[in-house]
């Protein structure tokens, strides 16, 4: 006889609430990201001339890569949202891991953690953003 143990149980609402809190801080941090990469990007290499232009650069040029988890971690968030069958405690806690992972920055660290330190020393307002996410991921049992 083999268990595959209870069925995964729906998060609870006040739950689902906090990851969307945390989806929105990662938007508004995540454009933060973008003008002030936009900015960087423009002083080595000249003025953007399109939105258009702007768009193919951020999903095509490996300035922006750094960039990139961050959108799918802002997609994947929006698609279990949006889904029909509730999600799952344990799918709100990979995600807020994920989301933690995301927001580290250090001088010595992946090149990701580097460029995201970079943007969080030069740009008041990512500081500002950053701020925000990593409160709202403060796990309290630390």
């Given at each position: 006889?083999?268990s ?46 399109t ?7 951020v ?8 960039l ?13 949202l ?5 999600m799952t ?5 990979g995600?807020?891991?994920?989301a ?7 001088a ?34 630390q």
């Amino acid at each position: 006889m083999s268990s595959t143990g209870p069925a995964p149980q729906p998060a609870p609402q006040i739950v689902r609430q906090h990851l969307q809190n945390v989806r929105l801080a990662f938007l508004r941090l995540h454009k933060a990201l973008l003008d002030s990469e936009r900015v960087q990007y423009e002083r080595v290499h000249g003025r953007i001339a399109t939105s258009g232009d702007f768009f193919r650069l951020v999903i095509g040029h490996e300035w922006f890569n750094w960039l990139r988890p961050m959108s799918q971690f802002v997609a994947q968030v929006d698609e279990t949202l949006a889904a029909k069958q509730p999600m799952t405690l344990e799918q709100v806690n990979g995600f807020l891991a994920t989301a933690r992972q995301l927001i580290r920055s250090s001088a010595e660290g992946t090149p990701q953690e580097q460029r995201y330190y970079q943007a969080i020393e030069r740009d008041p307002e990512v500081a500002r953003l950053h701020v925000v996410a990593a409160d709202l991921l403060a796990d309290p049992a630390q």
